[in-house]
């Protein structure tokens, strides 16, 4: 499990980068400033990506959200280890770890066909920005015995589940991929529900 939890902290890394090219994608538009032409590529051409036209926005999201599903998958392999979890835990983090990595599959896809690499992993991440959890916290929930960890494991997915919506808003703001856009609204909408889930869980617990 450790190795998880050092994963997990490296690829968190990336994820205040792709903020920041977010936030500045909105305001480069509404300047009038020409995109890089390097993010574009002309339609028609031999090389031009399958998943279609994007912006600074919709790259800042797919670098942004692989490394916080990532993280998601990693909270979920953490609780699944444990024995005596409450079956309904189990059963949500079943269902975290079968939704997100296909999203982060099918956005690898996106950033190999927009000519883009996911962002470095060096380096750690020590806060919290995006829902994530930082690595004393994932160490903890790594360390918790079943009882504590599975409420550590629902607050903890509540507050990144809450990150990964407000990531989401902002690409169906300022996103122009088509399917971006689509994987947005379908990221806010089953992780609104899962959230609301989660809360009922807690109050079982």
């Known amino acids: 499990m450790k190795l998880r939890i050092i994963r997990s902290a490296l690829v968190a890394a990336g994820l205040a980068a792709a903020l920041s090219l977010a936030a500045c994608s909105k305001d480069d538009d509404h300047a009038g400033m020409p995109m890089d032409q390097s993010s574009v590529r002309p339609a028609g051409s031999p090389t031009a990506a399958p998943a279609g036209d994007f912006n600074h926005a919709d790259v800042a999201f797919a670098q942004g959200m692989i490394p916080h599903h990532q993280q998601a998958i ?6 699944l280890a444990e024995e005596n979890v409450h079956p309904e835990v ?32 060096g380096g750690r991440h020590h806060g919290a920005e995006g829902g994530f959890m930082t690595e004393a916290q994932m160490r903890q929930l790594d360390k918790a015995n079943a009882s504590d960890g599975q409420r550590l494991y629902l607050e903890g997915m509540i507050r990144h589940h809450q990150g990964a919506i407000n990531m989401a808003e902002t690409e169906t703001e300022d996103g122009n991929n088509e399917e971006a856009i689509n994987l947005a609204h379908q990221i806010a909408e089953t992780q609104q529900q899962e959230i609301e889930t989660m809360q009922e869980l807690l109050a079982k617990l």
């Open 74 to 79: 990693d909270m979920s392999d953490m609780i």
């Open 90 to 121: 189990t059963a949500l983090a079943e269902r975290i770890k079968a939704a997100q990595q296909p999203e982060i599959d099918t956005m690898n896809r996106w950033l190999e066909a927009w000519g883009r690499i996911q962002m470095d992993d």
